[in-house]
């Protein structure tokens, strides 16, 4: 069959655009279907939204050539220290700390606002040739066919591919319409995200408080700002989103603390529902998933873009590779090596961010005693606070070429 082009992504989110580069740039063509206008993320204002990145998304950025666009937005995070907190009380002694200068390639990581991202991802698309970028636009219908894939869009075109790509989110529709089903649960908790000002320097360090009711991170932005993802049960969250400006910073002060000096809100606020929704396959016939629409997890340790940036470096990996021995990209058991490499990884820290989200949310003191003693044994034993600061920063296991900073 007549192909438009070899890739279709559904999806114009982070994880799309990433892929669409990293495939473009190996000699794939791939259309991007973006559901939002072209401009909307990439306004100048701060719309709540920023990243922790891992070491090795940092190198998959630099890899496909969008990191140059980024480093002066981006902000080095140092040190990440973690606490249990109790809102008034201040925190207790950090349990954990992690020091990028015990890795050999500092620091932890980088924060990073979704504007300045989204922004290089589209500029970078918009210079290349091998990428089609349709605005405004959804997948609404799919159809294997003899060779392909073909795609119906909200518009009424018709496009056909070798393959079709879900990065689509939580509620991925190429992923209900490929068959494959979902599970997980609500977690009766809201994140509450605001950027906040603050007198002090934040020198770099991500803090993690875990107060009885959701955890509360505070990450570095460039300047003396910070990202805020407050993590509140449901009902109390509802309250708190409806204050105004004023009253939710003297809800938040006791639980934010006066290390930082005098806070300030230094954007609108945001509140995002929090649930945990798993794909039970990655792949079907012409069809894989990467994202979002493949793991929906908790953001108690920052890993969602991550592990999504993690699916693009594997799945372009498979891709090019088989591309290349002249494989058909869209045939199931080539889309089942993709699978297979990220299946396990990912779903086992979406499970092990919930049980810590279950552990770490509630004031059981023998939970407390007992979770604080764990922590501050892998605190106090190199090797292994060391091995922990790998797996958070992508550097352990079986690490796809772009995540290790090569080409393709």
């Known amino acids: 069959m007549k192909h438009d ?17 990293a495939l473009a740039q190996a000699g794939l063509s791939v259309t991007v279907v973006d559901a939002t206008p072209a401009r909307q993320r990439a306004a100048d204002e701060f719309d709540g939204r920023a990243y922790a990145l891992a070491v090795a998304s940092q190198k998959l950025l630099a890899a496909i050539g969008v990191w140059p666009a980024l480093a002066t937005d981006a902000q080095p995070m140092m040190d990440v220290k973690a606490a249990d907190g109790r809102p ?5 002694p950090f349990f954990l700390h992690f020091d990028a200068r015990e890795l050999d390639q500092p620091p932890v990581g980088y924060m990073l606002e979704d504007r300045f991202l989204y922004r290089a991802f589209l500029e970078a698309m918009q210079g290349e040739p091998r990428i089609t970028l349709i605005h405004d636009t959804s997948v609404t219908a799919q159809e294997e066919a003899p060779g392909g894939i073909v795609v119906t869009l909200s518009d009424g075109r018709k496009l056909a591919a070798q393959l079709l790509v879900g990065a689509d989110g939580r509620r991925s529709g190429v992923a209900e319409r490929a068959g494959i089903s979902r599970e997980g649960w609500d977690y009766g ?16 360090v991500a803090y993690q408080y875990f107060m009885t009711s959701g955890p509360l ?45 005098e806070i300030s809100l230094a954007g609108p606020r945001f509140s995002y529902p929090l649930n945990l929704t798993l794909a039970r396959a990655y792949a079907a016939p012409r069809v894989a ?53 990220r299946r396990f990884d990912s779903t086992s820290l979406a499970l092990g961010m919930d049980a810590v989200n279950k552990l770490f949310s509630n004031d059981n003191p023998v939970l407390r005693a ?4 764990g922590m501050g044994l892998v605190n106090a034993i190199p090797g292994l606070r060391q091995n922990f600061m790998r797996q958070a920063a992508g550097l352990s296991g079986d690490v796809p070429r772009l995540l290790q900073g ?3």
Do not use: C
């Open 289 to 341: 998933l990467i994202g979002d629409a493949a793991h929906g997890v908790h953001p108690i340790a920052g890993q969602g873009l991550n592990l999504g940036l993690r699916d693009v470096g594997a799945l372009a990996q498979v891709l090019v590779e088989a591309m290349r021995r002249g494989e058909d990209i869209g045939a199931l058991d080539i889309l089942e090596r993709y699978q297979s490499w």
């Open 88 to 92: 008034g009380e201040g925190a207790a």
């Open 406 to 408: 090569r080409a393709l």
């Open 5 to 21: 082009s070899d890739v279709i992504v559904a999806g114009g989110g982070l994880n799309g655009p990433a892929l669409a580069l």
């Open 189 to 204: 908790q809201t994140a509450l995200v605001a950027a906040i000002a603050h007198e002090k320097p934040h020198e770099g």
């Open 370 to 373: 007992g979770r604080d003693l």
């Open 217 to 261: 991170a505070i990450l570095p932005l460039k300047g003396n700002r910070s990202s805020i993802v407050w993590s509140e049960t449901r009902e109390r969250a509802a309250a708190i989103a409806a204050l105004d400006d004023a009253d939710f910073l003297e809800v938040l002060r006791p639980r934010f603390g006066d290390f930082l000096g």
